[in-house]
């Protein structure tokens, strides 16, 4: 069974880190273009961060550039999303997927239609 299960969230105070995981079963990760993802309650979901299959190419939006990285092992079969200086616009449900590594990493970050979405892992930022 393909499967990808994201982890690693939880509640943190502003400026505080948080490592999410996006660990794959079924499939090899580095096969796959990865993305993660966010949706805030009353918004839309939107890519945040995507890595290339190889790892040598990354994209971040805008609001979390300097802040996020993502990087990926592929021995664990496990893309991570490192999130440092947190802020409460960043609160939302994470989740990750991925796509055939043709897709670029802007693209995949780009997308939000796909069939299914995993139960994710929420993220809180409060003082």
């Known amino acids: 069974q393909l499967q990808l299960v994201e982890s690693g969230g939880g509640s943190v105070q502003p400026g505080g880190s948080l490592r999410l995981s996006c660990a794959a079963s079924?499939?090899?990760?580095?096969?796959?273009?990865v993305g993660w993802f966010r949706q805030a309650p009353g918004n839309l979901r939107e890519g945040v961060s995507c890595?290339?299959?190889?790892?040598?190419?990354?994209y971040y939006i805008d609001s979390v550039k300097g802040r996020f990285t993502i990087f990926s092992d592929n021995a664990k079969n496990t893309v991570y999303l490192q999130m440092n200086s947190l802020k409460p616009e960043d609160t939302a449900v994470y989740y990750c997927?991925?796509?055939?590594?043709?897709?670029?990493?802007?693209?995949?970050?780009?997308?939000?239609?796909?069939?299914?979405w995993g139960q994710g892992t929420q993220v809180t930022v409060s003082s």
């Open positions: 079924g499939f090899i990760l580095g096969d796959y273009t």
């Open positions: 890595i290339s299959s190889s790892g040598g190419s990354t």
């Open positions: 997927q991925a796509a055939l590594k043709s897709t670029s990493v802007q693209g995949m970050c780009a997308l939000t239609d796909f069939p299914s």
